[in-house]
């Protein structure tokens, strides 16, 4: 399979390899067809795979710097008649030579440097990201603690973190023992320490709701979703179009994206849950509400952009369109 061309940016790489961590996971190691060195990247980035008919974020679970392959491991997702669905199918047909086109790395998961310890908590395939942010914790030497609850028939990259990380690997035998671990994480950690965790959202929430309770502050909270499904509708805004003078309300509820696309000024998409980067428009003026996987921490801070496919204003935006 030769997937479509690569878009501006983006690089052909080849299926190198393809090893398989659990049941229904394979690990795909990607390389440059002339065997060269990858751009490094920051521990808990990803990268979009073009997977056919959309595009999907996957965490690299490599090693980050110069490194001669990306890995990514991708789960057969089924839906809700056990058929196998979306773009993980499409990556699981994928044979050792395919080419796919691939995205730079993005960061929007990376370590806080000046943090003093980190505390990492993950639930099933959400291990991804913590891949590269234990190997580099390792490297640097810095203090880390991972929590990784799966269940007994899928330990995806287990094997390879308890070798990794020895005693600060805990493996909470349910979802109840993970909890309970929270519980007491956020109770009796110093000012200083960062938690970051992945997994189902029923997981991300739980952790993001008892740090709140127990006084963190959300800076000091850090959560990787691989989609940005089930957002908050957010409250209406209004975009003023610079380029054609027009002014377009977005009612809750409703994207950006579709609210222009209403309005008749239709911007290229293309996965539509802010992962792809198709959407990306400028922004002249007021603050973006990013929810999108794609920008950067810096071009996020930046406010020059937003992905319109998920994200809103907090009241009036000014685009340049
Ligand atoms: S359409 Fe892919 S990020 Fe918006």
Not at 50 to 68: E, F, I, V, W
Not at 99 to 121: D, G, I, L, Q, Y
Not at 267 to 296: A, I, T, Y
């Amino acid at each position: 399979v030769n997937g479509p061309a690569p878009g501006p940016g983006e690089m052909s790489l080849a299926v190198a390899e393809i090893t398989h961590p659990a049941g229904r996971v394979r690990t795909l190691h990607l390389r440059r067809p002339d065997g060269g060195t990858l751009p490094s990247f920051v521990p808990g980035s990803h990268v979009v795979l073009d997977c056919g008919d959309r595009r999907n974020a996957y965490s690299l679970t490599g090693p980050c710097l110069s490194p001669d392959a990306y890995t990514v491991s991708v789960l057969l997702r089924q839906d809700g008649d056990g058929e196998v669905a979306g773009g993980s199918a499409f990556l699981h047909r994928l044979e050792p030579g395919d080419v796919v086109a691939v995205s730079p790395p993005r960061s929007a998961f990376p370590p806080v440097a000046a943090a003093r310890h980190h505390v990492f908590v993950a639930g099933g395939i959400g291990i991804t990201p913590f891949l590269s942010h234990v190997r580099a914790a390792v490297d640097w030497g810095r203090s880390y603690e991972l929590w990784y609850a799966h269940r007994p028939d899928f330990p995806a990259h287990a094997a390879e973190l308890r070798s990794l990380c020895g005693d600060r690997l805990t493996e909470p035998a349910n979802r109840r023992a993970l909890q309970e671990a929270v519980r007491r994480i956020v109770v009796s950690q110093p000012l200083g320490t960062h938690l970051y965790v992945c997994g189902p959202a029923g997981l991300i929430d739980f952790v993001s709701t008892t740090a709140a309770e127990a006084g963190w502050p959300s800076e000091r909270v850090h959560a990787e979703r691989f989609s940005v499904t089930g957002l908050d509708p957010g409250e209406p805004f209004t975009v003023a179009l610079r380029r054609s003078g027009m002014s377009v309300p977005v009612p809750s509820g409703v994207s950006l994206l579709d609210a222009l696309a209403k309005a008749g000024v239709t911007v290229p998409n293309m996965c539509r849950q802010g992962v792809c980067g198709e959407c990306r428009v400028k922004v002249l003026n007021g603050l973006p509400w990013h929810r999108d996987l794609f920008l950067s921490e810096v071009e996020r801070a930046a406010n020059a952009d937003i992905m319109c496919c998920v994200s809103r204003g907090h009241d009036l935006l000014e685009l340049d369109l």
